[in-house]
């Protein structure tokens, strides 16, 4: 069975400081990998997939397949990114998520 | 919010009593999912659906039950609520092909006392 696995339950940063969260996986064949988001007294929403390769809200992701990783990027941290961050893996019509990492920016 | 809508918001209920919660589309899209969301350890899906009369388990099925009657509705029961269920519970639809992102509802916030 596939995994995904977010080894960091939380992470704080101040404002303006980079940030990552790591995401690695379990999967053979090519997987498809997204980033989703949950602000306060929110819906987890998408917040990017890999296969399209943009940046939503400054945040970027790239596809390792060497070391298995789909680690969550933003060069310049906001208060406002404040929220739980969960990677998942689609396959086969089920997701499969990760624990899911808190993170909190501080001002 | 692609016309997810899930119901109650909240509920408390004692152990013992069943309990049902309900997932409401309006887009006739085919694949719903029921997950709950727990500290520690993510989402992990309950049930799924891909039709119809067409429903299956996910990872933590013991204790649940689903249905599905007409596309628009995945009920969601627990038979016999435990103090282990208190959960937030998600429902989700896939509104494309294949492996496409999921759209969440808001979630029903249970506590089983």
């Known amino acids: 069975a596939q995994r995904v696995t977010q080894p960091e339950k939380l992470l704080s940063v101040f404002k303006g400081a980079p940030v990552e969260l790591k995401c690695n996986y379990s999967?053979?064949?090519?997987?498809?990998l997204f980033w989703y988001v949950q602000y306060s007294r929110q819906r987890l929403q998408l917040l990017l997939r890999?296969?399209s390769r943009e940046s939503i809200k400054g945040f970027t992701a790239d596809l390792n397949k060497g070391e298995t990783s789909f680690h969550l990027k933003k060069p310049f941290a906001q208060e406002e990114d404040s929220a739980m961050y969960y990677c998942?893996?689609?396959?086969?019509?089920?997701?499969?998520f990760g624990d899911g990492t808190t993170l909190t920016v501080k001002p | 919010d692609a016309g997810i809508t899930q119901s109650p918001r909240h509920k408390v209920t004692e152990t013992g009593t069943p309990v049902t919660l309900r997932c409401h589309q309006t887009?006739?899209?085919?694949?719903m999912y029921w997950y709950r969301q727990d500290p520690g350890h993510g989402l992990r899906l309950i049930h799924y659906?891909?039709?119809?009369?067409?429903?299956d388990k996910g990872e933590v099925s013991d204790g649940y039950s689903v249905s599905r009657s007409k596309t628009e509705d995945f009920l969601l029961t627990l038979e016999s609520a435990t103090s282990s269920q208190t959960s937030v519970y998600f429902c989700?639809?896939?509104?494309?092909?294949?492996?496409?992102?999921?759209?969440f509802g808001n979630g029903t916030r249970l506590t089983v006392t």
């Open positions: 998942a893996a689609p396959h086969a019509g089920k997701s499969t």
């Open positions: 999967y053979s064949g090519s997987p498809e």
């Open positions: 890999h296969i």
């Open positions: 887009e006739n899209h085919r694949y």
């Open positions: 659906s891909y039709g119809v009369k067409d429903t």
């Open positions: 989700a639809i896939n509104p494309g092909q294949g492996d496409s992102p999921l759209h």
